[in-house]
């Protein structure tokens, strides 16, 4: 079977469960349609395929935190973000409100408190602001402009008491400067972006096809920082359950509690799901079975003896 007809397959087959809650911690996320079903898959060539509600938006999230991470790399290499922010997995959930490793350092990027770290150094140069830089990044990964969600900011800052916890306890550590006001909404910020499954498919894509978004031809990041970044959401873009998705799934991953689910097959292609029924892990329910299957049909996990279909084979 082709890919379209595949995903139209799960979509079919997927629509109706029902299974799992939307994130109410934050209560701009729990307005949302329950029941919204997206999947885009892009090709390392900029070929998008997609089914279900690929128009509707949703904001990124901690789906956002593999991208920062990714600037603040180009901004100060990694010796220098390694020195504040580890890249061992901590086994605990996203936003445990801190646990440093014996450096003093968040365990890595992609819990709540290495992100906010991360997010801290990014600067902007004499034409920008932060937040501006920010936006343009991520933007630049899904090749259009991206637009901030105003009420999902807000709800961050209103319902953001855990993140505020974090903040001060890295302050109190000396991984925040004086500046934890600002660094902590720029976090809020980055996390309150709207996209589509299409623009999630697409910044994975330019991650798949050696950091250079595909359409517009602009590079993101630079080939030894894009090996971090995929390495980091292999071990860690799960949370929790990053060793489960590893075995299970084995490519690398990202999700946000907004129902995103980003997976990168390297080489190839980057899938995305939307789904805002979560697990009890905060991960898309719907989004992990889709994945699921589609590395199980097409080969995919990296340490399969089997050779992953060719983009010949699946389109």
């Known amino acids: 079977m082709k890919l379209k007809q595949e995903l139209q397959s799960l979509y079919d087959k997927y629509k109706n469960d029902r299974s799992g809650q939307v994130n109410n911690s934050i209560p701009a996320l729990s307005q949302v349609n329950p029941d919204a079903f997206a999947i885009s898959i892009a090709m390392a060539n900029g070929k998008v395929i997609e089914v279900g509600d690929t128009t509707t938006n949703f904001t990124i999230q901690s789906i956002s935190k593999p991208f920062i991470y990714g600037l603040a790399l180009e901004q100060y290499g990694n010796d220098f973000v390694e020195s504040k922010v580890g890249i061992e997995p901590t086994g605990e959930d996203f936003d445990t409100v801190i646990k440093l490793d014996d450096q003093g350092r968040p365990y890595n990027p992609m819990v709540n408190s290495g992100a906010i770290a991360t997010t801290s150094l990014i600067n902007a140069d004499t034409k920008k602001t932060r937040d501006e830089e920010v936006l343009s990044c991520l933007s630049n990964y899904a090749g259009r402009k991206l637009r901030l969600h105003t009420p999902t900011f807000k709800s961050e800052k209103d319902a953001g008491d855990k993140n505020y916890a974090i903040a001060h306890l890295l302050k109190h550590h000396q991984i925040l400067g004086k500046n934890l006001k600002s660094d902590l909404e720029l976090y809020f910020q980055q996390c309150s972006v709207n ?76 899938i995305s799901v939307y789904s805002p029924r979560l697990d009890k892990r905060g991960n898309s329910i719907r989004g992990i079975k889709v994945c699921e299957e589609l590395s199980r049909i097409y080969n995919l996990h990296i340490l399969d003896n089997s050779s992953p279909k060719t983009p010949a084979e699946i389109l």
Do not use: Q
């Open 195 to 270: 996209v589509t499954t299409t623009d999630l498919a697409m910044m994975g894509a330019t991650l798949v096809n050696n950091g250079i978004n595909p359409l517009t031809k602009k590079e993101c990041v630079s080939p030894t920082n894009l090996r971090h970044i995929l390495s980091i959401i292999l071990t860690c873009g799960m949370y929790n359950y990053s060793g489960e998705w590893v075995f299970d799934i084995g490519v690398p991953a990202k999700s946000g509690v907004s129902g995103g689910i980003l997976m990168i097959v390297p080489g190839l292609m980057a």
